[in-house]
């Protein structure tokens, strides 16, 4: 054979139509199960797609050329409409070689005087020289896409993050339209989490947040978190349904954070506010035993600097917790003894209680709360917050509302 023989089997191809395209598709549907899902228009951009690379395959292996640079760019600009539509790489390359190996067969067949050695060498020199450079094309144009997707998707997850944290986004239909576009689930309550650099000097950067947000994403071990996050002035922000203990990360990365768990995106720039001033303000013994501060220590730190504005009751229920239930009504006796008193053996002699009965109370507390009167942080809280809880009491008439002003 030769260059007659070849246009006569570029004949036959071009007799057949469409039939050959859809033996090459066949082909592709079969043997990659990733275009088993397709859409029928993308389908049928497919099968234009395969219809010209056919065409310009055989016109290659006719005259002895390469692909243009042309067709170079076209197969870019098909690699990144794949990472557009979300399909594979390695889904998409195997569909070419497919293909190419379909073609191969079709030649085969369509030469009815069968094909010299030179033809068939020339033909799968055509082939594998193809196949390589549109895979270079496919995947440059793939990876420019992917990067230009993540960059954008980036931007557009650090901009829903500013919009909670400002209250921007108060519609819940929105937030979900704009969840959906994302590919991401934004729960009913979130994990707050407000991190910055615990030595002055030291800079923080957008990096050093996404760092930890992956850090956050990944530490369960399967499916994972989707983690918003974003800078705010010199502190990170973390949004997430869960927050594992970051007490490790914290300490190995030399910062401080405030986390407030269960906040709904109606009130996170309310708590936001909290959390931030309080890394801003809290006194180094607040982190005497843990770099993280709670909403508790939040709220400490906003009342004794008299802003943002909290609750003093509210204070205290975050403060003591289940210790201020009428059934531990002991245990708010016994730490309220050992707080004006100053000692525990002390507080059992003015109580009445064996000295072993009143440290048993005072254990019990701190399982309660969270918090130790052996450390001055937790120490003022808990004054503060058994002060507050007896001033209200007295202030207060049977009824439970505020006594009249004379």
């Not at 003894?337 to 002390?346: A, D, Q």
Request: overall charge negative; proline content about 5%.
């Amino acid at each position: 054979m030769g260059l007659p023989e070849r246009v006569a089997v570029q004949r036959r191809l071009v007799e057949r139509g469409s039939g050959v395209d859809e033996r090459v598709i066949a082909a592709v549907l079969r043997e990659v199960p990733a275009y088993s899902t397709i859409s029928p228009a993308q389908l049928a951009e497919t099968r234009a797609i395969a219809a010209w690379a056919i065409r310009r395959l055989i016109e290659m292996w006719i005259d002895d050329s390469t692909l243009t640079t042309a067709d170079l760019q076209r197969f870019r600009g098909i690699g990144a409409a794949r990472a557009t539509d979300g399909r594979p790489l390695f889904a998409v390359l195997r569909a070419y070689r497919v293909a190419a190996v379909e073609v191969s067969d079709l030649v085969i067949d369509l030469a009815s005087d069968g094909l010299a050695l030179s033809d068939v060498v020339a033909l799968n020199r055509t082939l594998l020289t193809g196949v390589d450079q549109l895979s270079e094309s496919l995947f440059a144009g793939y990876d420019s896409a992917v990067e230009q997707l993540n960059s954008n998707r980036t931007q557009m997850l650090a901009g829903l993050t500013h919009d909670l944290l400002t209250g921007r986004q108060t519609s819940a239909a929105v937030l979900a339209d704009r969840a959906a576009q994302l590919g991401i689930a934004v729960p009913a309550t979130l994990a707050l989490v407000v991190v910055a650099p615990d030595s002055t000097g030291t800079v923080l950067s957008e990096g050093d947040v996404a760092d930890l947000a992956s850090s956050i994403s990944s530490a369960g071990g399967g499916q994972p978190l989707d983690v918003l996050h974003a800078l705010r002035r010199h502190q990170g922000v973390l949004l997430a349904a869960t927050v594992p203990d970051l007490t490790g990360e914290l300490a190995f990365r030399q910062w401080r954070a405030c986390m407030i768990r269960e906040v709904t995106p109606a009130v996170l720039p309310a708590e936001f506010r909290l959390a931030s001033a309080a890394l801003d303000h809290a006194p180094d013994e607040a982190y005497a035993n843990s770099p993280i501060l709670d909403r508790g220590d939040a709220m400490l730190v906003a009342l004794l600097r008299g802003q943002p504005s909290v609750d003093p009751a509210e204070l205290a229920a975050e403060a003591l917790g289940p210790v201020a239930e009428a059934k531990n009504a002991h245990l708010l006796e016994g730490l309220s003894g050992y707080l004006r008193w100053g000692s525990s053996t002390e507080a059992a002699d003015r109580l009445g209680l064996h000295p072993q009965t009143m440290r048993h109370r005072l254990r019990r507390v701190t399982e309660l709360s969270g918090r130790d009167v052996r450390h001055s942080w937790d120490r003022l809280m808990l004054d503060i917050a058994r002060t507050v809880g007896e001033v209200g009491g007295r202030d207060r008439t049977p009824t439970g509302r505020p006594p009249a002003r004379r």
